[in-house]
C-alpha cells in the first residue's frame, strides 16, 4: 500500500505541471457549459419580462356628436377597441384633444378628461361605456364607448381634428385621429 502511494506521488511530482493543464481545462469547459446556460436563461427571463411589458392598440369602430336639444349641450361619443397584448393586467385612462382653428386661422387645441356616462337620453341607455379607469387582463380586449362633452366655447371655431389618446400606467400612449364624427339629436 505504501508502495502505491509513493508510485502516485511521484508520477504527480513528475507531472504536476500536466495534471494541472487537465484540471484547468476541465474548469474552462465547465466555465463555458455555464455561461452558455446562464445566457439562454437570461433570454428566456428577459422574454417573459418583455412580454409583461406594456403592449396595447386602439381602435376607432365609430363616432358620434349628439345634440341634446332641451339643454343645447353637445357630446361626443367614439366606440372604440382596446387591445391589452402584455402578458400582465394594466390599466388605462383617456383624455380627448380637440384641435381647431381659431379666426386668425392659427390652430390650438384643448384636452378633455373622460365624463362618466350619466346622460339621460334614450340613445344613450343602450351603449355600454368605459369607466374612468380602463383596466384590462393580460391579453384581453374590450369594445365600448367613451363620452366626452364638448365645450360651449368651441361651438363656433372649426374642428381640425379630435386625437383620443389612451394612456397606460407606464405613460405609454396610444392615439387615434378622428376627422369625421357623424351628427345625431335627441329631440326630448
Known amino acids: 500500500m505504501k508502495e502505491s502511494l509513493t508510485k502516485l506521488e511521484d508520477f504527480f511530482n513528475h507531472h504536476s505541471v500536466i495534471v494541472l493543464g487537465i484540471i ?49 349641450k353637445k357630446y ?9 397584448k402584455a402578458t400582465a393586467k394594466y390599466t388605462y385612462v383617456s383624455t380627448l384633444e380637440i384641435e381647431y382653428i381659431r379666426d386668425d386661422n392659427s390652430k390650438e387645441s384643448i384636452i378633455l378628461d373622460y365624463v362618466s356616462a350619466d346622460l339621460e337620453s334614450p340613445l344613450v341607455q343602450k351603449l355600454t361605456f368605459f369607466s374612468n379607469e380602463i383596466r384590462l387582463d393580460e391579453k384581453d380586449s374590450e ?26 400606467i407606464d405613460g405609454n400612449v396610444e392615439t387615434v385621429d378622428v376627422f369625421l364624427i357623424k351628427d345625431i339629436k335627441d329631440e326630448n
Open 143 to 168: 369594445s365600448k364607448w367613451l363620452l366626452y362633452e364638448f365645450p360651449n366655447i368651441l361651438k363656433s371655431y372649426r374642428i381640425s381634428k379630435y386625437v383620443i389618446k389612451i394612456r397606460d
Open 76 to 84: 361626443l361619443f367614439f366606440n372604440i377597441t382596446i387591445s391589452n
Open 24 to 72: 484547468a481545462v476541465l474548469t474552462l469547459i465547465c466555465s463555458i457549459v455555464y455561461n452558455l446556460i446562464f445566457k439562454k436563461t437570461y433570454k428566456i427571463s428577459k422574454s417573459d419580462y418583455d412580454k409583461k411589458l406594456s403592449n396595447f392598440s386602439v381602435y376607432l369602430i365609430n363616432a358620434f356628436r349628439l345634440t341634446i336639444k332641451k339643454s343645447s
